[in-house]
């Protein structure tokens, strides 16, 4: 059974840089697809993208495209999402997702707050 | 990007009642949907996935249906705690997209 666990609540300036880490237990990360879904306060889900870490492939949505990056370390079975040029309205939960058919692990999310 | 319309966007209900939650997709997405449930503070709960199938551990009120582009997520008498906010997914093509949200509210 997969479990995700996730860096805790970070405040940051704007323009400045955001790395959250989500940390796989029950087997090896590069068995995994992990999505990040990012929910700002009082809104929807929105999907980021993922990362295929055996493969090394990421994908982005449009709108975080050239902002965000994904990776992934095998070793420490930790995927990371790395988001720059913060802004205050980046102000947000983030989750780490795994799903493989009947399987669905959430991260408990990670409060990233922007504010300067 | 494949659109997701929720709707409606909040109800009221009560306790018993039986609820239900439509998506519509932008394009045919074949079965690749999920229903989950976010209660305040939380992670959201998956509840049905490929559109139809009971996630495990999940009550038997809760159901799903539709394929192609018109899904429904039923719950046939709600309970005091499934009032929270239902959100559906798409996942063609691993591509993901949310619906909007539904929150369902205590009359």
């Known amino acids: 059974h997969v479990q995700l666990v996730q860096s805790g609540a970070e405040v940051k300036k704007p323009g400045s840089s955001i790395n959250v880490s989500c940390v796989a237990s029950g087997g090896g990360l590069n068995s995994y697809t992990i999505n990040w879904v990012r929910q700002a306060p009082g809104q929807g889900l929105e999907w980021m993208g993922r990362?295929?870490?055996?493969?090394?492939?990421?994908h982005y949505a449009q709108q975080f495209q050239g902002r965000v990056t994904f990776t992934a370390d095998d070793s420490t079975n930790t995927a990371y999402m790395e988001l720059s040029s913060l802004k205050p309205e980046d102000t947000a939960v983030f989750f780490c997702v795994y799903q493989e058919r009947d399987v669905s692990s959430w991260g408990q999310g990670t409060l990233v707050t922007v504010s300067s | 990007d494949i659109q997701m319309t929720q709707s409606p966007s909040s109800l009221s209900a009560s306790v018993g009642d039986r609820v239900t939650i439509t998506c519509r997709a932008g394009q045919d997405i074949r079965s690749d949907l999920g229903w989950y449930q976010q209660k305040p503070g939380k992670a959201p709960r998956r509840l049905i996935y490929a559109a139809s199938r009971l996630q495990s551990g999940v009550p038997s009120r809760f159901s799903g249906s539709g394929s192609g582009t018109e899904f429904t997520l039923t719950i046939t008498s709600l309970q005091p705690e499934d009032f929270a906010t239902y959100y559906c997914l798409q996942e063609y093509n691993f591509l993901w997209t949310f619906g909007q949200g539904t929150k369902v509210e205590v009359k």
């Open positions: 990362i295929v870490p055996i493969f090394g492939a990421a």
